[in-house]
């Protein structure tokens, strides 16, 4: 029977509401907005390093291992960067305004904290 650890289901919780907020920023053109060389293509090769790195701490996280728990900081932190982005420095009038683009960055302010300070007490 598979069991998941609290910190295991956060993070993936976590990585859920971060990719659906991708898929969001592709429909959104964050390219354009945050004003990224390379447009779409460069846009989709940039995710390709973030996904790996993303699979590869779900792996290690579920095992406590350190890396795992210095991607847990990581990608805790990430959950806030859409917050970050689009709600205090880069507000943009008819971007990410829906109730769903609202609730997918609120949201992952709440795992993303979460996921950090977790990794945080495991590591300490």
Excluded: Q
Excluded at 100 to 112: A, K, M, Q, R
């Amino acid at each position: 029977m598979l069991t998941l650890k609290m910190i295991t289901l956060i993070y993936i919780l976590n990585a859920t509401l971060l990719v659906l907020h991708e898929i969001e920023s592709g429909y959104e053109k964050e390219w354009e907005i945050l004003k990224l060389p390379g447009k779409i293509t460069g846009f989709l090769l940039l995710h390709i390093p973030l996904i790996i790195f993303m699979f590869y701490g779900l792996l290690e996280i579920d095992r406590l291992s350190g890396i795992g728990l210095i991607c847990g900081v990581v990608w805790g932190l990430g959950g806030v960067v859409p917050f970050a982005v689009h709600k205090v420095f880069v507000r943009k009038k008819g971007h990410f305004g829906l109730w769903i683009s609202n609730g997918l960055i609120y949201l992952n302010v709440l795992t993303g904290l979460a996921l950090a300070y977790l990794s945080v007490r495991y590591i300490i």
